[in-house]
């Protein structure tokens, strides 16, 4: 073949080459978080917000996470948070090297912000469950969005980082809204209903079911789960457990995608 020939080939090749690597490229950096409007109770007033990353909170030292493949793993997860209990919780966490991840309510999130940063700062993981408890599936998408922005800007406003889940409450969320989301979607496969037992014993009982995968739903605003958080933490210590993220369990959840098969909107409050 001529010289010129040779060299138009390895012109296109490269260019292929280059296609090819965009496709292969992460997914995230195409991934855009909800394409939408601030609220219109925001306008107005994002100048007067400090930029995010004068609070910006990073987990204190890299971990490695355990290879739940390998070894027992359980994702212990709290809603509707962050309360006055929570700091407690953490230091319970804290006695077994537990991460857990925080599914937060916007509306918490403004009132006590140092705890959200706390939450991050010991490697927990942190989602979005709306500004304040809403049903996504009774309002307009265009309203279920803004919620959940809302939610995102305080949660960065706070940490300087994005939630990296979200969890509709009552685990309903529109089918039209999932291919919007960024990130992934949380749901549940225990159910310890200590919402509705608000009982310690009922709490540690229900934590029975947990089996190695499971993500174990809770909430942290309620005194009487505080209290039966030790003796679950103790009893799946010593069976082995090792207690982690919701994205640590998944490996790389994919968004747009629900994880956790206890979708019961009828009886869970999610
Ligand atoms: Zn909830």
Partial sequence: MSSRLAVLRIATAAVLTLAMAGCSAPLSE??????????????????????????????????????????KCVALTFDDGPGKYTPELLSLLDQYD?????????????????????ELS?????????WS??????VSIAAAKR???????????ATGTDPTLVRPPFGALPRSLKKNLSVPIALWDVDTLDWKTRNTKSTIKA??????????????????????????L??????????????????HPN?????GSGQRPATSKG
């Fill in 255 to 259: 968004p747009g995608i629900g994880y």
């Fill in 207 to 232: 934590a029975e079911k947990i089996v190695p995968g499971s993500i174990v739903l809770m909430h942290d605003i309620h005194k009487s789960t505080i209290d039966a958080v030790p003796a679950i």
């Fill in 98 to 118: 537990a991460k857990a991840t925080f599914f937060l309510i916007g509306k918490n999130v403004k009132k006590h912000p140092q705890i959200v940063r706390d």
């Fill in 30 to 71: 195409n991934w855009v978080r909800y394409s939408f409007a601030p609220a219109p109770e925001d306008s107005g007033q994002a100048a007067e917000t400090p930029p995010a990353t004068d609070q910006g909170t990073k987990p204190e030292a890299e971990r490695t996470p355990p290879n739940c493949s390998k070894v």
């Fill in 234 to 251: 103790k009893d799946l210590s010593s069976k082995g457990y090792h207690f982690v993220t919701v994205t640590e369990l998944i490996g």
């Fill in 147 to 157: 919620d959940l922005q809302k939610t995102d800007d305080a949660i960065k406003e």
């Fill in 122 to 130: 010991k490697g927990h993981e942190i989602g979005n469950h709306t």
């Fill in 133 to 138: 408890h809403k049903d996504l599936t009774k």
